[in-house]
Every structure is written in structure tokens, then in C-alpha cells.
């Protein structure tokens, strides 16, 4: 079975610009979750889809959305790119609620 | 707010030492979850605790759940090179995941 899938895995923009991350989860897997590592603040919920819908949402700016396919893929866009948005951008998947998370490699993004 | 407070932040120690890293919140979970991520890869899962006290053995990995669910520790036995990486825990509860900072684990050999 195919992991959860990232692309791509590394990315360089300017401040200003918008950028678009891609995640598949694995087979069967109808919740998606997006994270976003720092060195400083550690691993941040983003939000959580599940059968296209958004369960759940951190603590972020609206400048971060996401949305969910009818195939279970994933997207997540960050507009007007800032410095601080800097980061490793980690999806992850699970077949539902209380079940474990399978995370992707990750994009690592840097804003320059 | 609910946090979970991973201490210490760095360890660096011999092959062959035992070491043990903390998990500490002032919240309860419905679970507590650990978490090993390698450079340039995604966390992996290691193990879930449930019941307060519960304790899981992974070779040479223990894990502790508090009686109260609101800590948890992981011990290593004899560390070994394979075991470097960030040790991240994670508390379950209400639908949510909250992550520490981790722990960054380097075993010299």
C-alpha cells in the first residue's frame, strides 16, 4: 500500500507570492490533516478534512486554506507569502477519528 | 490552551546508555501517542497509551502513561545510533491532536 504522498518536496518563493502544496493520503484514507514544523514552535495544526469537509481548525491566518477532493486529495494554499512562513508543511492521513496518523515527508518551504 | 511540555529539548549521549525523556501537560488526554520523525521524513508512529499507568514495551523502548493521563515517558535502554532523531509526543482528545515540541535525541557511537 502506497504512503501519503507530498508534492513537492521542496519549494523557494518570495514574499508576496502564493503557493500551492499537494498531499494524497493513502488508499481509503478519507481524513486529511495539515501541519506546519518550525524549529521554534514545533508541530502546528493547520486543519483536518474529512470527505471534503473541514472538521477541524488551528490557530492560523486566514491566509492559509485548504480544501479536499472527492478522491480523498488534498490541497493547502498560503497567500501574500511572508518570511515567518518558513517551514516544513507535513500532511497526514487516517481512516477516521481515534485512528492512528500516517504522515508524509513533507514540503519544505522557504520564503525568501 | 491545552500544551504538552517535552523536556529535555536536546540529549546527546553515548551508545549504550539508558536514557528517559519527558511528556508533562496539565491537561488530561484520552491518549497519548509517541512519535519518532528522521530528517527529511514525516513522524512515524511508535506507540499509542490509553489507561492511566499503562506501560508498552517496544525492544528496548518503554513508554509510561501517568495515572492521571496527563504525562507520559519515554525510556531507551542501551541507546544505540538508530535510535537519533526527534521524539515527539502527542495528546489525543475531543477529535484533536496536540503535539510537543520534541525531543532531539543523538546517540554518539
Known amino acids: 500500500k502506497a504512503g501519503v504522498t507530498q508534492t513537492p518536496r521542496y519549494l523557494i518563493k518570495t514574499r508576496g507570492q502564493q503557493v500551492t502544496l499537494s498531499c494524497s493520503p493513502i488508499?481509503?484514507?478519507?481524513?486529511v490533516s495539515w501541519y506546519q514544523q518550525t524549529p521554534g514552535q514545533g508541530l502546528q495544526f493547520l486543519f483536518e478534512y474529512f470527505s471534503e469537509t473541514q472538521r477541524n481548525k488551528g490557530n492560523f491566518p486566514g491566509r492559509f486554506s485548504g480544501r479536499q477532493f472527492s478522491n480523498s486529495r488534498s490541497e493547502m494554499n498560503v497567500s501574500t507569502l511572508e518570511l515567518g512562513d518558513s517551514a516544513l508543511y507535513l500532511c497526514?492521513?487516517?481512516?477516521?477519528?481515534?485512528?492512528?496518523?500516517?504522515f508524509g515527508s513533507g514540503t519544505q518551504l522557504s520564503v525568501l | 490552551t491545552q500544551l504538552l511540555e517535552q523536556s529535555p529539548q536536546f540529549l546527546s549521549i553515548q551508545e549504550g546508555e539508558n536514557l528517559t525523556v519527558y511528556c508533562n501537560s496539565s491537561?488530561?488526554?484520552?491518549?497519548l501517542q509517541w512519535y519518532r520523525q528522521e530528517p527529511g521524513e514525516g513522524p512515524v508512529l511508535l506507540v499509542t497509551?490509553?489507561?492511566?499507568?499503562e506501560v508498552k514495551k517496544l525492544k528496548r523502548l518503554t513508554f509510561q502513561f501517568g495515572d492521571a493521563r496527563k504525562d507520559s515517558s519515554l525510556h531507551i535502554t542501551a541507546a544505540q545510533p538508530g535510535d537519533t532523531g526527534l521524539y515527539l509526543c502527542?495528546?489525543?482528545?475531543?477529535?484533536?491532536?496536540?503535539f510537543g515540541k520534541g525531543t532531539r535525541l543523538h546517540i554518539l557511537p
Open positions: 497509551v490509553v489507561t492511566g499507568g
Open positions: 502527542a495528546g489525543t482528545g475531543d477529535d484533536k491532536i496536540i
Open positions: 488508499s481509503g484514507h478519507r481524513s
Open positions: 497526514a492521513s487516517r481512516l477516521g477519528s481515534h485512528e492512528k496518523l500516517f
Open positions: 491537561s488530561v488526554f484520552s491518549s
